[in-house]
């Protein structure tokens, strides 16, 4: 996906404050990470970084991790 594609998908998505995104990630702030990593990609359009936080959260809201929760030590 392109910037333009990634800013249009989150432009009115409703997004929570904490996102499962694996098995191993949680994605606190979620709304400011799209927003930071948006803002990246349009300062440099080859930040794949940013763009790959992008897709994983967008993965994460269109197919929820339903799997074990972390062990907490």
């Known amino acids: ?15 929570p404050d904490r996102l499962r995104l694996d098995k191993a990630c949680t994605q606190h702030d ?5 927003q930071r990593n948006i803002e ?9 970084r ?12 269109e197919t929820p991790y339903d799997g074990p929760e972390i062990p907490k030590l």
């Open 1 to 15: 996906m392109n910037l333009h594609e990634l800013t249009a998908y989150f432009e009115n998505k409703e997004l």
């Open 50 to 61: 940013a763009k790959h936080k992008l897709e994983q959260i967008m993965n994460a809201l």
């Open 30 to 34: 979620v709304k400011e990470a799209v």
């Open 40 to 48: 990246r990609m349009k300062a440099n359009t080859d930040d794949w």
